[in-house]
């Protein structure tokens, strides 16, 4: 109901689209409307079906196209046009993208284009062509926004702060000291360019270190709701083109994040890390200062990272070992506690002595 419903695809456009190849009797000008799961799914909808365990969905479902892969369509239930590809989820994700264009990118929020009336723009700010901007936003001294780019109701835009085209900055976020390059998306609350926590401890008080630095968050860049990144102390903060940043993220003072990185939600990165390029983190991951994760290198969930990590490895745990490594520590730790087990019963039943 939130977004704009296309005229559809017809099974001969989704087969157009996607480089699927139809099974014999394929219905090939019906007319696809939605996608949906299995177990939810209507005679307009799109499924697809990739795992076994699925099955008692798929024999229930009311769907009558359904993108799978060669070896699964053997399953396929009659009434049902099948559409074999390599990977069914990615050709589903294709065919959500052409059917939905609007869920790609914010909109909007007040539903029109130009300067909203309540909206605040400085007068030095400088705006290209058909850039939006939403009641209760604040632009200010020296800003620029490039063409296309929406500013959301309530966004702050700081002084001199440079935002690129076809940018979408959320509700209620705000950006200071930072530039921006294009088709960057940063979801509503997201604090960019704030100080970085830098203080000079002393026996009676810490001293506050000047954070003279910038935010430079490079192409085709996504941030989420809520999510922090600290402008840097004496150099700039990083963010690498293509980067997926999840919600509640926080990101410190002097941090290098390589390109096309991948950052799960409440992981955080200390001050002066370096994240090589497509390094994954999943959620609540931490990284300490000063470290250098290589290139690659993916971290599971958790992950408490506290030495260097080489190009191309894959770690886990508190703190984050090599993941056979950890995953050995975790079978050896329950065996003990098994073991034990026997003798804590008997040591009890003998008034604690062994």
Known sequence: MFFKRSAGLTVSEIISLTGAVPRPGAALERRITDVAPLDNAGPRDLIF??????LPELAATQATVCLTSERMAAHMPSGISALCCADP?????????????????PSSLFELSGIAPGAHVHPSARLESDVTIDPGAVIGPRAEIGAR???????????EVRIGRDCTIGAGAAIVHALIGDRVIIHSGARIGQDGYGYMTGLKSQEKIPQLGRVIIQDDVEIGTNTTIDRGSIRDTMIGEGCKIDNLVQIGH?????????????AGVAGSATLGDYVTCGGKV??????TVGEGAVLAGGSAVITDVPPGARLGGHPALPVREWMRGVVALRSLARRMQPTQSRGTRDGGKE
Not at 49 to 54: A, G, L, Q, R
Not at 90 to 105: E, G, K, T
Not at 149 to 159: D, K, L, V
């Open 49 to 54: 079906f990739d795992k076994i365990k699925f």
């Open 89 to 105: 989820y990615r050709a589903f994700i294709v065919v959500a993208r052409a059917l939905f264009p609007d869920s790609m990118r």
């Open 149 to 159: 780019s929406i500013i959301a109701a309530g966004a702050t835009i700081g002084p």
């Open 254 to 266: 002097n941090v290098q994040i390589g390109r096309h990185c991948i950052l799960a939600g409440q």
């Open 286 to 291: 931490g990284i300490s200062d000063h470290l």
